[in-house]
């Protein structure tokens, strides 16, 4: 088995951004891999935690607990059911792990940050 690799899928929830998700799961995505869903929340928005991790992000959050609604309204996210569904389905039947980090800023400067801190295999987000 080759070695298992880490695929950061940026998400802010819309069609496009669903589309880089099927995709990824379609084609990327392998037995084994870790899925790190990557989303940037704006800097003006005031979740509580944010100044505890503006500069590096939140800790990694596992698929179960990102689910629950308290965590992701402590992150300032509203998660798609879809999203959530594919992301479930996907760790069942590739068995892959799936976990989330938030970062807050500029999307374009927080994905590049997230690839060279997460050391990303690959990256994918929508155009």
Request: glycine share 4%; hydrophobic share 40%; aromatic share 6%.
């Amino acid at each position: 088995m080759a070695k298992a690799r880490s695929i950061g899928i940026g998400m802010d929830y819309s069609a496009t951004s669903k589309i880089a998700l099927k995709w990824a799961i379609d084609n990327l995505i392998e037995e084994g891999d870790k899925i790190i869903i990557i989303h940037v929340v704006s800097s003006k928005l005031e979740p509580t935690n944010k100044q505890l991790f503006e500069d590096t992000g939140s800790p990694l959050i596992p698929l179960d607990e990102f689910r629950e609604i308290n965590v992701s309204k402590y992150y300032g996210l509203n998660p798609d059911r879809e999203v959530l569904d594919m992301l479930d389905t996907v760790s069942k039947l590739k068995r892959v792990i799936v976990v989330a980090k938030v970062y807050w800023g500029d999307a374009r400067e927080k994905l590049c940050d997230a690839a060279e801190h997460l050391k990303l295999d690959s990256l994918t987000h929508k155009i």
